[in-house]
């Protein structure tokens, strides 16, 4: 007899609304352990909206969403940050603190004892250990108001990430990262979901990127539709030249491919170029 394994995040007829406007409608999907998935669309999809809908911060307009099989009305705040981890689009510090104890924040959810305790070696251990994974080793005594923006943003994920929670919810990731460190960040996040049982969800708005690292892709139109499932499926010259307004091209070199404007074109192409 075969048990079955609920998915370690799930949507059922989830609904999204904001005024008049319908950003997602009807939207059932599974989020499986070991899965990355983008979400993607164009600027006020709705893509920050259903990720704080995911991780329980804002109530659907219709359906609901469930985390390991259950209802996240009826998970207690601290097991559920057990279990998802959120990094938010804006981080903002209003005061003075070391970047270790930045990152040490995010193990709040473990901390036990009389008035949540303090951290122990194992809590800094993994503080430690989530600043190495992103190469932010010699951050850790920084005052975390001495960073600039793209260093602020890798350490943000560092805290994610140090909260271990096998679902990861990351609104807008690589925000103010150069190139170098947007792929250091992807394949950090390809290393940590290859681990155990665990599920990244993220908004991004490089398509590329995207169809490179990711596994799945829900893409949003902004008037309710969506279109969810294996990256290069979803990710198409055809289906994001609709969500985002404009035709794109699909340019093939060899093993490689970029989706890509195509300027001056009515409907999206595709090219392939010979080496």
Same mark, same amino acid.
């Given at each position: ?5 609920p ?7 989830l ?5 008049s ?18 979400v ?11 990720? =704080?809908?995911? +991780?329980? /911060?804002?109530?659907? !307009? ?7 099989? *259950? %209802?996240?009305? #009826? ?8 279990r ?47 600043l ?23 350490? =943000?994920?560092? +805290?994610? /990430?140090c909260?271990? !929670? ?7 990731? *690589? %925000?103010?990262? #150069? ?51 294996p ?9 994001a030249?609709e ?33």
């Amino acid at each position: 007899m075969t048990t079955h394994v609920p998915s370690m995040l799930a949507t059922h007829a989830l609904a999204l609304r904001v005024g008049s406007r319908t950003l997602v409608e009807n939207l059932t999907q599974c989020f499986g352990a070991g899965e990355i998935w983008c979400v993607a669309g164009a600027n006020g999809a709705g893509k920050t909206t259903l990720i =704080a809908t995911l +991780a329980g /911060l804002r109530s659907p !307009a219709a359906g609901h969403v469930e985390i390991d099989g *259950l %209802a996240l009305r #009826d998970w207690k705040p601290a097991r559920l940050a057990q279990r998802r981890a959120l990094m938010p689009q804006d981080v903002r510090d209003a005061f003075s603190a070391s970047v270790l104890d930045i990152v040490l924040l995010n193990r709040y959810p473990h901390l036990a004892g009389w008035g949540w305790g303090w951290e122990s070696d194992a809590d800094r251990a993994a503080a430690h250990a989530a600043l190495a994974q992103l190469g932010l080793e010699s951050f850790a005594a920084r005052d975390v108001l001495s960073l600039s923006g793209g260093e602020r943003q890798r350490v =943000a994920l560092a +805290a994610a /990430l140090c909260q271990d !929670a096998p679902l990861l919810l990351l609104d807008e990731p *690589l %925000a103010h990262l #150069d190139l170098h460190h947007q792929i250091a960040c992807l394949e950090a996040l390809k290393r940590w979901v290859s681990i155990e049982s665990r599920t990244v969800v993220l908004s991004c708005h490089d398509l590329n990127l995207a169809r490179r690292y990711a596994t799945h892709a829900l893409l949003l139109d902004g008037r309710g539709a969506c279109w969810a499932g294996p990256v290069r499926d979803v990710l198409t010259a055809a289906r994001a030249s609709e969500a985002f307004g404009h035709p794109l091209a699909l340019i093939r070199d060899g093993p490689h491919e970029a989706l890509v404007p195509a300027l001056g074109a009515a409907t999206p192409i595709e090219h392939t170029y010979d080496r």
